[in-house]
């Protein structure tokens, strides 16, 4: 969840693209709309701080969102809602109450319900969680991190520390509130099974954006003491240190979902979510600005490529904000696994890092239709009813024209499409060539006036606003010859 987060760590609030993806689609089967509410106490200072309020009333949330969207839908076509997350740090008995009172809203409103898991984040409530064992280290010598590093904002957040995604403890854990969580849902759709609205389950999102996080004092990746339990050690360290480090998320995934299919949760109903910068973005961002730019691609993204949100037990879930490349990148990994049925975990028509600066977004219906046509089976938004009038996420999802967009999908209409191509790459001379304009121009203006400058540079200022580096690199060329 990132309501004012640059993109992944914070490296490129550049672009503002559309997105697309060709392809085939899955075999047709029953797709959701649904809105992500968040509920429950919170229990601890880092919830508090990380995730907006929620709401005062779950059913009037519901309610509202019914009386402005819903339409009788086509066949396959869901409205729904998503509450979440359910953290460790809600109590037993507050996870119970809040899935069963989702059922009921569910019967009552005909309106799909799924519940949004929270993996390993907000865990303040389970002490025995807070030891030496089901922490991670900095390094191969075992000193715990200082926290987790959220960086949901401009402003990165400190959070509980970072778990060991495979000590004993946290396995522990995870099968518990699995088996709890099975427990409560089977109940419900006993209850949906017993009205004859078995469809109105949407099923459950495993994770919120998994991933082995970064310490927040140190910036460091993590990960040295997962790594150990697998018998590695700074004598002995894995031939792929990043590499390895994705197979922890993946297998953290995959044993989340695992657990929660032998609770009886149906494996076609359980969807994984996982969050990556794209490739083509972070090239870019590697030469436009490579000082900052240091790490490997896997570092960039806390290890946790598209690949990790796949296994034997659960559909693929990702966070799908308007970013260059992303979904054509994702495309690629779907077709890898033979097309499967895939969720749009949380995501909606505006870039996070948009967001913060008060952009517009997108156009809603594009957005979709990026989605739904080509195998999504869920999308998930994010921003209904979320602060203010003023908040940019409520903006983009609470507004006519997108209310007119969902009302579209439900009604089983075709939807159009915003395709976008990945940005282009700059050469490795344009950065320098901008930097010698930047050094020379001033003392050449003062000089000699600004002359055909007084075009070729807003010119070029534009074509750089514009990722069109190509045409740009011809007019600093154009430039610099008249510098010289």
């Given amino acids: 969840m990132k309501f004012y987060r640059p993109l992944i760590g914070g490296l490129l609030p550049l672009l503002f693209c ?81 899935i069963a009172t989702s059922f009921d809203i569910a019967l009552q409103t005909d309106m799909a319900v799924g519940f949004h898991i929270d993996d390993s984040m907000f865990w303040g409530r389970l002490k025995s969680l807070n030891l030496p064992g089901n922490v991670e280290w900095l390094d191969w010598s075992g000193k715990p991190g200082t926290g ?18 495979n000590s004993e403890g946290v396995r522990e854990e995870v099968k518990k509130r699995a088996a709890l969580i099975g427990d409560e849902v089977q109940r419900g759709l006993k209850r949906l099974h017993d009205a004859g609205k078995d469809e109105l389950f949407i099923g459950v999102i495993a994770g919120w954006e998994t991933q082995i996080g970064k310490d927040f004092d140190t910036g460091k990746p993590l990960g040295y003491h997962a790594l150990t339990n697998q018998g590695f050690s700074a004598a002995h360290p894995p031939a792929d240190f990043e590499g390895a480090r994705r197979d922890l998320v993946r297998e953290f995934v ?76 994702l495309q690629g990994e779907l077709a890898r696994h033979g097309n499967p049925p895939w969720a ?30 080509h195998g999504a089976r869920l999308v998930n938004l994010f921003g209904w009813g979320v602060g203010d009038e003023h908040n940019p996420f409520r903006k983009v ?45 001033r003392a050449y203006v003062d000089k000699n006036g600004p002359g055909r400058l007084s075009s070729l540079m807003p010119r070029l200022d534009e074509q750089m606003k514009q990722q069109k580096f190509g045409a740009a690199e011809k007019t600093a060329d154009e430039v610099l010859r008249i510098l010289k």
């Fill in 148 to 165: 987790r590093r959220l960086d949901w904002s401009s402003r990165p957040l400190k959070i509980l520390a970072q778990l060991c995604v």
């Fill in 344 to 373: 749009s975990s949380e995501g909606t028509a505006i870039d996070p890092a948009m967001a913060e600066q008060a952009g517009p977004g997108r156009d809603m219906e594009g957005y979709l239709g990026n989605l739904f046509n």
């Fill in 397 to 441: 999802a609470e507004a006519d024209a997108s209310v007119a967009a969902y009302r579209k999908f439900l009604k089983g209409e075709e939807l159009k499409e915003e395709p976008m191509p990945a940005p282009e790459i700059p050469s490795a001379e344009l950065p320098q060539k901008m930097h010698e304009i930047q050094r020379r121009v």
């Fill in 18 to 98: 559309g997105m697309a993806l060709a392809g085939q689609a899955a075999p047709e089967a029953t797709r959701y709309l649904a809105f992500q509410i968040f509920t429950g106490a919170f229990d601890s200072a880092e919830m508090r701080q990380s995730l907006p309020p929620p709401p005062d009333s779950l059913r009037k949330t519901v309610e509202g969102i019914r009386s402005r969207v819903y339409v009788a839908g086509a066949p396959g076509r869901r409205l729904g809602f998503i509450p979440g997350p359910l953290a460790f740090d809600n109590p037993d008995e507050q996870v119970r109450q809040l």
């Fill in 254 to 329: 995959a044993f989340w979902a695992e657990s929660l299919v032998k609770a009886g949760i149906p494996k076609d109903k359980i969807y994984s979510h996982i969050a990556f910068m794209s490739e083509s973005l972070f090239r870019l961002a590697q030469r436009v600005r490579p000082k900052q730019m240091t790490a490997s691609y896997l570092e960039a993204i806390n290890a946790t490529p598209p690949s990790a949100a796949f296994s034997p037990f659960n559909h693929p879930g990702f966070s799908t904000y308007p970013q260059a490349g992303h979904l054509e990148q």
